[in-house]
């Protein structure tokens, strides 16, 4: 049993939602002297990289993914020796960095768009940017229909009959990367924040980077999901190639992952030799808790990824979904994040889940996220899951911030049940099962062949190995106890109490 290859091709990584995760100055924002003060946190729970979510300047009209400066941080935030004080810290304490970096748009406050704004049409300023003329008579039509991802059109007026392309929000527009000057920065970015010392770097809206350079309309039926002109190009690549020869020029085996949203066919391209380490698998999240969609889609994402000896990079939870416990129930939950780190590959848990926060229902006025207003109020957004962290059991903010500081989500009552220093000394807690699932798979899993091989389970079930011996991975995902004794003599983790050697519906058990 070998773990070769470079640190991230089994890591556990987890996402620091930082404007939810620990507010030092009381301004109500999660920051980066906050994150850096828990980092002793992460440590203890034995993850081996934090993935920061963006920390630039931004205006929040998409919680930071709309950035303005990609090579600054904003002030309420930190500042870049807080992040390199934070780099050093996690360096100390065994842990890497991965950042966040949001190339496929820009702010409408970034100074390239302000400039496109003033330049006018037919400007060079606007080449930066995907910007037509509009439809019908005057331009008073979008130039076609494509959807934005948040609702409604994806193009803004610039008020004098062209039009500017926003994938996501309207302050948000898209950049056009074969403009000469938007592909240097790029780059220029990339090299600023490895230059500063991360190990790796996630890019956000992987695949949305080039777009079919005519505009085609959707073709008639399509739906969200299906392959659209602006998703996952062939041209998209050459994009990917170029900056893994930057990560590759720096030591470290840094690494590149690919905020990807499709299945196997859809990840494998950025999995090339040439390309990233790792492409977000989003799909598992939507899969039903029946064992066949489950043997399915983890044998076709295994046979995928090794075709160009990757590994998935499987994601538990994050920022853009609703909360674990919300998707699979507590208990399914707690099964299910046994259930991944078993499989090969590398698995990503999102902050917060592995304390149980349930979704929060936030009313009307208390949502930020532009999806609630974009698309009319029919989709209430991803803030209820990110509420910020409860630390302690002390009332609002229960140690999220200084006392008497205001969150930026309100945290609803009762949130104290799920704080930290409630769990962290209950061996009950999901604190403590994900602690253990963590370190133990580290000694038991980790480095262990990256074939699943499946073993005969009763209906409801999974069970598998990876190769021919080692521990069994069992998931009971029906009601009924199942007897453990077939897959091992000895339990070593179980994400419910296993009694009698029998393990409860809704739940996972690793053997030995
Ligand atoms: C993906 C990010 O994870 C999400 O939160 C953001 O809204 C979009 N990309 C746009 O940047």
Known sequence: MTDTGPWWREAVT????????????????GDLAGARSRLPYLADLGVDAVWLTPFYPSPDHDAGYDVSDHREVDPRLGSLAEVDGLIDDAHRLGLRVVVDLVLNHVSSAHPWFVAARAAGPGSPERDRFHVRPGRG??????????PSIFGGSAWAPFGDGEWYLHLFDTEQPDLRHEHPEVAADAV???RFWLDRGVDGVRFDAAGSLTKDPTYPELPAGWRPGDPAPYSDREDVHEIYRRWARQLAAYPGDRLGVAETWGGPEVIEPYLRPDELGQAFAM??????????????????????????????????????????????????ARAMVLLMLALPGAVYL?????????????????????????????DRGRDGARVPLPWTTQPVPYGFGPDGSTPWLPQPAGWGDFAVARQVDDPASTLALTRAAVSLRGTHWRGRPAQVSWLEAPADCLAFRRGTDGPSCLVNLGDTPIDVRPYGDRVLLASAPVDGLMLPGRSTAWLC
């Not at 008579?137 to 494509?146: K, R, S, T």
């Not at 046979?303 to 853009?320: E, I, K, M, N, Q």
């Not at 889940?353 to 999806?371: F, K, Q, S, T, Y």
């Open 350 to 378: 999102y902050a917060g889940d592995e304390l149980g926060l349930p979704e929060v229902a936030l009313a009307d006025d208390e949502i930020r996220d532009p999806v609630f207003r974009r698309s009319g109020g029919t």
């Open 137 to 146: 008579v005057a331009g008073e039509l979008p130039p076609n229909g494509w």
């Open 14 to 29: 987890y996402e620091v939602y930082l404007r939810s995760f620990v507010d030092a100055d009381g301004d109500g924002l």
């Open 283 to 332: 799909d598992p999240l939507y899969w039903p808790l029946r064992p066949e969609p489950w043997r399915a889609g983890v044998d076709a994402l295994l046979a995928a990824t090794a075709r160009h000896d990757r590994l998935p990079a499987w994601v538990y939870g994050s920022h853009d979904v609703s909360r674990a416990v919300q998707r699979w129930g507590r208990d399914g």
């Open 188 to 190: 220029a970015t990339l």
